[in-house]
T-cell receptor, first 115, second 111 residues
């Protein structure tokens, strides 16, 4: 069974700092990996999707990398801002999960950016 | 575009009562999903659908039923609610093999 782990569970940084969030998964036969942010009491907002054939994806100040062989992904946030404060979740879909490509989620990293 | 919407936003039930949660999407997505989110457990897939008229079980389907009579709607039913079903429920939709888009969630409390 695929397990997805995110460490640390919580992270607090001063505004302007660059930071890296980590995600690891046990089964490397993934179809894709998706990063989300979740604000308190809200739904999930998709940030980046990396297909298994890709090494990284970028959107604005966000850069996500994928290393399938080591079962790891990182989300890099440049020049962090207080508005980046949220819980960040990674999720993977397995090739074996069938046509729906069901997602398996990590428990998330709660990020606080201090002004 | 409204994206993915969920009705209701909040609900309190007594044990044994039934209810239906409605999910609607206006993005013409083929695939739709129901998840539940619990502290310490993360998000877990309940049921999903790969097209109108088709549904399948996810990781935690017991106690729930679903229907997809129209492409844009995916209903989640609880026939006899239990306190263990207290959770936040999220609906999502996607094109095949593409990123999933989530609704705002329904917070359900079963007393």
């Amino acid at each position: 069974k695929q397990e997805v782990t995110q460490i640390p569970a919580a992270l607090s940084v001063p505004e302007g700092e660059n930071l890296v969030l980590n995600c690891s998964f046990t089964d490397s036969a993934i179809y894709n990996l998706q990063w989300f942010r979740q604000d308190p009491g809200k739904g999930l907002t998709s940030l980046l999707l990396i297909q298994s054939s890709q090494r990284e994806q970028t959107s604005g100040r966000l850069n996500a990398s994928l290393d399938k062989s080591s079962g790891r992904s990182t989300l890099y946030i440049a020049a962090s801002q207080p508005g980046d404060s949220a819980t960040y979740l990674c999720a993977v879909s397995l090739i074996s999960s069938g046509s729906a490509r069901q997602l398996t989620f990590g428990s998330g990293t709660q990020l606080t950016v201090l002004p | 575009n409204a994206g993915v919407t969920q009705t209701p936003k909040f609900r309190v039930l007594k044990t044994g009562q039934s209810m239906t949660l409605l999910c609607a999407q206006d993005m013409n997505h083929e695939y739709m999903y129901w998840y539940r989110q619990d502290p310490g457990m993360g998000l877990r897939l309940i049921h999903y659908s790969v097209g109108e008229g088709t549904t399948a079980k996810g990781e935690v389907p017991d106690g729930y039923n679903v229907s997809r009579l129209k492409k844009q709607n995916f209903l989640l039913g609880l026939e006899s609610a239990a306190p263990s079903q207290t959770s936040v429920y999220f609906c999502a939709s996607s094109y095949p093999f593409r990123e999933q888009f989530f609704g705002p969630g329904t917070r359900l409390t079963v007393l």
